[in-house]
């Protein structure tokens, strides 16, 4: 496991990241003999507890799936974040945080093109007869939602008004629920890319083929939900930000899609038409209700021999959607932050999608940080996202909740809160009196500042710094190496 | 086991979509509720699957679909 860096960025597939999970113990075959449920959701919960060093879990032995493997957990934990960025286990939150704000802006794409009669993913095709079922070892994640459903999937689409334009290629990760042997509804809502073009669609009354992806290069899953601007391509970023070459071929219905996944679903909207869809366990650990959304058929699958179906655990925290987003989360609003403010320092996002953001500042005077926090809830997640928003001090690592907590408890004055009332929310959020729309709270835990008249306390100053977090390493490896 | 009624909606007839084999023997089936579009399979637990076991909050009134909303409305 030398030259972590050179190895990350030489993957190219699902596959090529499991290996290197492997080699370093971040992978383990499941080979028991499992049900689909409860037995694949059982183990996924439990794998998730640990939220560090979970490891990818590949089954291979489920009942009525014969010669079928489904993985769970690949971006499941910290650690597996780590591999994929090129750094080593034990990498701290905070020291990922910074490697991905590090890489924003400052890499250029490498894309390639393989003919599709090369493309791993085209190995297999089938046209006719198709039943999702006989193809994917789906199970229920969560007891109570409506179907199986498809929770990994990247959704590559072209614009229905400007499907020449490259840029405006969409890449999305949205639910999909089967519905039937080759049907699928699709969840999202206006503001998404998807729902932006399904809308221009049927305004417009024009066909809208997509290609679902399954089972992909693992930072296309990372990148493909980062809330990017509409007309830059998620392979581009993906690839800027791995720092790493992305194959790309054509599907069967003329869509961009990565050469190397597992499996490809090519499909076309039925314009004007929904179907019950729901509920579904989603992040905020609450099922969302039952609605009526948008149907695709599908009209062709491509996928490798012997395909690896990869599907995700998510519901109430912490899950694999936690590790998969958080940084991604974090780092633009931090990139957009930093624009206007080059006194923040850091931003701690990881908490369901956002609804709780921390965010460390260099306090310029008495009550610039809510200033800031203000700035936070205009940038494109925060706008429906960031619910509770803690502004604490550079002096504090966000982080680090034991900090935050200490900032909290020594830095804050009741009345050093701001609430917002009926803000837009994000429709899931289980605790607004009205979907969509909801109340905004600020905790201002930043020190005292002139004119206030209370001023900075005299702080202790243990010691911190690289040396302090080489020797927290070490005393942990140390521990580690004496239960061996 | 072969269901007569959709667990969620306590509509009749499902469809069933697929029968997951292994050494030739039916393991368990897929269903789906025409009605109201729940999908299930008949070897989950009976919490999740049998109309009377399983939580009422999760049902789905089969008279009265025009209460769920319709997303993406122009």
């Given at each position: 496991?030398?030259?972590?860096?050179?190895?990350?960025?030489?993957?190219?597939?699902?596959?090529?990241?499991?290996?290197?999970?492997?080699?370093?113990?971040?992978?383990?075959?499941?080979?028991?003999?499992?049900?689909?449920?409860?037995?694949?959701?059982?183990?996924?919960?439990?794998?998730?507890?640990?939220?560090?060093?979970?490891?990818?879990?590949?089954?291979?032995?489920?009942?009525?799936?014969?010669?079928?493997?489904?993985?769970?957990?690949?971006?499941?934990?910290?650690?597996?974040?780590?591999?994929?960025?090129?750094?080593?286990?034990?990498?701290?939150?905070?020291?990922?945080?910074?490697?991905?704000?590090?890489?924003?802006?400052?890499?250029?794409?490498?894309?390639?093109?393989?003919?599709?009669?090369?493309?791993?993913?085209h190995e297999c095709r089938l046209e006719q007869d198709i039943n999702l079922y006989d193809i994917l070892p789906v199970y229920r994640i969560n007891e109570y939602d409506g179907?199986?459903?498809?929770?990994?999937?990247?959704?590559?689409?072209?614009?229905?008004?400007?499907?020449?334009?490259?840029?405006?290629?969409?890449?999305?990760?949205?639910?999909?629920?089967?519905?039937?042997?080759?049907?699928?509804?699709?969840?999202?809502?206006?503001?998404?890319?998807?729902?932006?073009?399904?809308?221009?669609?049927?305004?417009?009354?024009?066909?809208?083929?997509?290609?679902?992806?399954?089972?992909?290069?693992?930072?296309?899953?990372?990148?493909?939900?980062?809330?990017?601007?509409?007309?830059?391509?998620?392979?581009?970023?993906?690839?800027?930000?791995?720092?790493?070459?992305?194959?790309?071929?054509?599907?069967?219905?003329?869509?961009?899609?990565?050469?190397?996944?597992?499996?490809?679903?090519?499909?076309?909207?039925?314009?004007?038409?929904?179907?019950?869809?729901?509920?579904?366990?989603?992040?905020?650990?609450?099922?969302?209700?039952?609605?009526?959304?948008?149907?695709?058929?599908?009209?062709?699958?491509?996928?490798?021999?012997?395909?690896?179906?990869?599907?995700?655990?998510?519901?109430?925290?912490?899950?694999?959607?936690?590790?998969?987003?958080?940084?991604?989360?974090?780092?633009?609003?931090?990139?957009?932050?930093?624009?206007?403010?080059?006194?923040?320092?850091?931003?701690?996002?990881?908490?369901?999608?956002?609804?709780?953001?921390?965010?460390?500042?260099?306090?310029?005077?008495?009550?610039?940080?809510?200033?800031?926090?203000?700035?936070?809830?205009?940038?494109?997640?925060?706008?429906?996202?960031?619910?509770?928003?803690?502004?604490?001090?550079?002096?504090?690592?966000?982080?680090?909740?034991?900090?935050?907590?200490?900032?909290?408890?020594?830095?804050?004055?009741?009345?050093?809160?701001?609430?917002?009332?009926?803000?837009?929310?994000?429709?899931?959020?289980?605790?607004?009196?009205?979907?969509?729309?909801?109340?905004?709270?600020?905790?201002?835990?930043?020190?005292?500042?002139?004119?206030?008249?209370?001023?900075?306390?005299?702080?202790?100053?243990?010691?911190?710094?690289?040396?302090?977090?080489?020797?927290?390493?070490?005393?942990?490896?140390?521990?580690?190496?004496?239960?061996? | 086991?072969?269901?007569?009624?959709?667990?969620?909606?306590?509509?009749?007839?499902?469809?069933?979509?697929?029968?997951?084999?292994?050494?030739?023997?039916?393991?368990?089936?897929?269903?789906?509720?025409?009605?109201?579009?729940?999908?299930?399979?008949?070897?989950?637990?009976?919490?999740?699957?049998?109309?009377?076991?399983?939580?009422?909050?999760?049902?789905?009134?089969?008279?009265?679909?025009?209460?769920?909303?319709?997303?993406?409305?122009?």
């Amino acid at each position: 496991m030398n030259d972590l860096p050179n190895r990350a960025r030489s993957i190219s597939s699902l596959r090529d990241f499991l290996g290197l999970l492997e080699d370093a113990g971040q992978a383990i075959t499941w080979n028991e003999r499992v049900m689909p449920e409860p037995d694949v959701r059982n183990i996924a919960v439990a794998a998730s507890r640990d939220a560090n060093g979970a490891p990818a879990i590949l089954f291979d032995n489920i009942a009525g799936y014969p010669g079928k493997r489904l993985a769970v957990g690949v971006h499941g934990s910290w650690d597996n974040i780590a591999l994929l960025l090129g750094r080593p286990k034990g990498t701290t939150i905070r020291e990922l945080f910074f490697e991905i704000a590090g890489r924003w802006g400052d890499a250029e794409a490498q894309i390639s093109f393989v003919p599709e009669a090369q493309a791993p993913v085209h190995e297999c095709r089938l046209e006719q007869d198709i039943n999702l079922y006989d193809i994917l070892p789906v199970y229920r994640i969560n007891e109570y939602d409506g179907g199986f459903y498809i929770g990994k999937a990247s959704v590559a689409s072209r614009d229905p008004l400007d499907p020449d334009d490259f840029g405006k290629q969409n890449v999305g990760i949205y639910r999909l629920q089967i519905q039937g042997p080759d049907s699928f509804t699709l969840m999202t809502i206006p503001s998404h890319d998807m729902g932006r073009q399904i809308m221009a669609a049927e305004r417009a009354g024009v066909p809208l083929k997509i290609a679902v992806m399954l089972g992909n290069h693992p930072g296309l899953a990372v990148f493909a939900a980062t809330p990017i601007g509409y007309e830059e391509s998620e392979y581009a970023y993906a690839s800027a930000m791995m720092g790493a070459p992305i194959r790309l071929t054509k599907s069967g219905n003329g869509i961009d899609i990565l050469a190397d996944s597992e499996i490809i679903i090519e499909a076309e909207l039925q314009l004007g038409e929904r179907e019950l869809e729901g509920p579904f366990g989603e992040f905020p650990g609450s099922y969302s209700g039952v609605r009526k959304a948008p149907i695709f058929k599908v009209t062709a699958v491509s996928h490798r021999r012997d395909p690896i179906f990869e599907n995700i655990y998510i519901g109430r925290g912490w899950t694999e959607h936690d590790t998969l987003i958080g940084l991604h989360t974090s780092a633009p609003i931090y990139a957009q932050l930093r624009q206007s403010f080059p006194e923040v320092t850091a931003v701690n996002a990881l908490y369901q999608h956002g609804l709780t953001g921390i965010i460390s500042v260099k306090n310029r005077m008495a009550g610039f940080a809510k200033t800031v926090a203000l700035r936070a809830l205009s940038t494109p997640h925060g706008v429906m996202y960031l619910k509770n928003l803690i502004m604490v001090d550079a002096d504090v690592d966000p982080f680090d909740l034991n900090q935050v907590m200490w900032a909290l408890s020594t830095r804050t004055r009741a009345d050093d809160i701001i609430v917002l009332p009926n803000m837009p929310a994000v429709p899931i959020d289980p605790s607004a009196v009205v979907p969509g729309k909801g109340h905004r709270l600020i905790i201002d835990a930043t020190s005292y500042l002139p004119p206030d008249p209370v001023g900075e306390a005299h702080l202790v100053t243990p010691p911190t710094g690289a040396e302090i977090d080489e020797l927290s390493k070490r005393i942990r490896e140390m521990q580690l190496g004496a239960m061996s | 086991m072969t269901a007569t009624v959709c667990p969620r909606c306590k509509s009749g007839d499902p469809i069933t979509d697929y029968e997951g084999k292994q050494d030739g023997a039916t393991v368990w089936t897929i269903l789906r509720c025409p009605t109201c579009n729940f999908s299930w399979r008949d070897s989950e637990p009976a919490s999740a699957i049998h109309p009377v076991s399983r939580s009422t909050d999760f049902a789905v009134d089969a008279g009265n679909l025009r209460r769920y909303p319709k997303i993406l409305q122009q």
